[in-house]
């Protein structure tokens, strides 16, 4: 069995090797055969991780794009364009939206009982840290750094951090950890539009 050289005509994106196959009709090669056949499936371990990264990335650019159409949609510069003209962008945002909802794209992270249980409550921290932002800013976006210094490896100084939410966060996966990272991020990034500052 030895490792033939590359499959079909696909290549992945970014990469100039093709995945090689197995050619079962071979001849005995340099390499033991276990050895030829991890070396295979670490590349495509290597290469299953890269899908899986690239995916989520195509995720998040499908919801910022539904998230931009929204805006669109609900622009206080409509009510300065003539009803004809609404009408006209209200029409092709709703093509675009339609366009946009044909794309399915998703990663599936596995999670013990203990993963799920951790995920779901760093969920209702942050589920009641968006709506403790209508009560009070400020608090709100302090608290939201101080989830946010749970975490990463460099807190900000001036905001200490929730040791509740470092215990949830702790418990989640990998991948969870760092989607729950970019959503309080993308929550900072909207106070800082808001020119919300910490407690002092």
């Known amino acids: ?9 696909w290549t992945y994106p970014g990469e100039g090797s093709r995945l090689p196959l197995i050619d079962e009709s071979s001849a005995l090669g340099p390499q033991p055969p276990k050895d030829r056949l991890i070396a295979v499936l670490d590349q495509v371990e290597m290469r299953v991780e890269r899908l899986r990264r690239d995916t989520v990335r195509i995720e998040e650019e499908r919801d910022s794009l539904l998230s931009t159409l929204d ?16 009408d006209d962008i209200m029409r092709y945002a709703e093509r675009i939206l339609a366009r946009a909802m044909t794309v399915e794209v998703a990663v599936r992270t596995d999670r013990d009982s203990q993963q ?4 779901h409550q760093v969920n209702m921290y942050i589920d009641q840290l968006v709506v ?34 470092e215990t949830a966060i702790l418990g989640c996966t990998l991948d969870d950890q760092k989607r729950v ?3 309080l991020q993308g929550l ?11 407690c002092s």
């Open 1 to 9: 069995m030895e490792v033939d050289q590359f499959a079909a005509d």
């Open 71 to 86: 805006s669109v949609k609900h622009s206080d510069l409509l009510n300065d364009v003539t009803e004809c003209d609404k």
């Open 116 to 119: 799920e249980e951790a995920l």
């Open 132 to 165: 403790s932002v209508q009560e009070d800013a400020v608090v709100a976006h302090t608290r939201c750094q101080m989830y946010m210094n749970a975490c990463t490896s460099q807190p900000d100084p001036s905001t200490g951090t929730d040791k509740n939410f």
């Open 181 to 183: 990272k970019k959503r």
């Open 188 to 198: 900072l990034d909207y106070f800082a539009k808001l020119n919300v500052t910490t």
